[in-house]
């Protein structure tokens, strides 16, 4: 169900919002007046077809890449996202697809990477019980902190680059394709821990190709197409109202198998 001029004004200001936000490489014109707005507790999926800019809008938010134009809000204050660093101050983190994660290291080591508890030496315990903490409160099924990466699942994997950023406390989170690659059972553990994500008041904003996945988080669908706005869906929305958000198409072999199930049902019934 597209929501986009149906739905009500929220009396809360957003934690994120993007105005216009356009950029340009060369000649090439990636994101064109893109606006997006990402509350506390809620999951905003973004969703389009290979070129549509989603990785473009991602790496903006991270600090990666400036726009061309546009302007960011955070918190109702105009910020200035021009570095990774300056997006981490102001509470904005990302996990990309790649997940940088230390295969040779544990968990507890992948966790503090770059951010390790010292006085004169590493406080080893401290940093043993904050990574069981967190893992704890997010539910998480990880075996020992002490487990190295590598021999870990994929899930499991997504759940300690997930709780790497949580230890910045940040108030927003970023998850590129956090399901991308995954069996069904690791897929249900990375949906179960996003869900626990928002319980913390965090916004999340996903990234994914994977309709059901989206569907069963997100609390509203953002669809890009050739870097520009195309509705606002509910998760209630069919596939075939997506795929014809994401691809300009209403024709497609969706909208043509919900037809012929149609039909084919009401033959049946007569």
């Known amino acids: 169900m597209l929501i986009e001029n149906d739905l009500a004004p929220r009396t809360d200001k957003p934690l994120l919002k993007l105005s216009k936000i356009s950029k340009n490489f060369g000649a090439v014109s990636a994101l ?6 990402v509350y506390a507790g809620e999951v905003v999926a973004l969703v389009g077809d290979n ?4 990785s473009t809008l991602v ?11 546009g302007m960011v809000e955070f918190e109702g204050e105009l910020i200035s996202l021009d570095t990774p660093g300056k997006a981490l101050e102001y509470g904005i ?6 997940l940088a994660l230390c295969e040779n290291l544990d968990v507890v080591a992948n966790l503090f990477l770059g951010h390790e508890l010292s006085a ?12 069981w903490t967190l893992l704890k409160e ?3 099924r990880i075996p020992s902190v002490r487990e190295p990466v590598a021999s870990l699942s994929g899930g499991q994997r997504q759940t300690v680059a997930i709780a790497r950023s949580l230890l910045l406390n940040p108030k927003i989170i970023m998850l590129d394709e956090p399901t991308a690659a995954l069996g069904v059972a690791q897929t249900a553990e990375v949906l179960n821990l996003i869900e626990r994500v928002r319980e913390r008041g965090l916004g999340v ?5 994977n309709m059901e996945d989206v569907r069963a988080v997100a609390d509203r669908i953002v669809v890009l197409r050739l870097g520009r706005n195309k509705g606002i869906f509910t998760p209630e929305s069919t596939n075939q109202e997506l795929v014809a958000a ?8 969706v909208s043509r198998r919900v037809e012929r199930k149609t039909t084919e049902h009401t033959l049946g019934a007569n």
């Open 32 to 37: 064109t007046d893109i606006d997006l707005d």
């Open 51 to 54: 070129g549509a800019g989603k």
């Open 59 to 69: 790496k903006i938010l991270a600090g990666v890449h400036q726009p061309t134009s």
């Open 93 to 98: 983190s990302t996990v990309f697809q790649d």
């Open 120 to 131: 004169w030496q590493l406080d080893e315990v401290t940093m043993e019980v904050r990574a």
């Open 138 to 140: 997010l539910a998480a």
């Open 205 to 209: 904003i996903i990234i994914s190709h």
């Open 246 to 253: 994401i691809t300009g198409a209403t024709e497609n072999s």
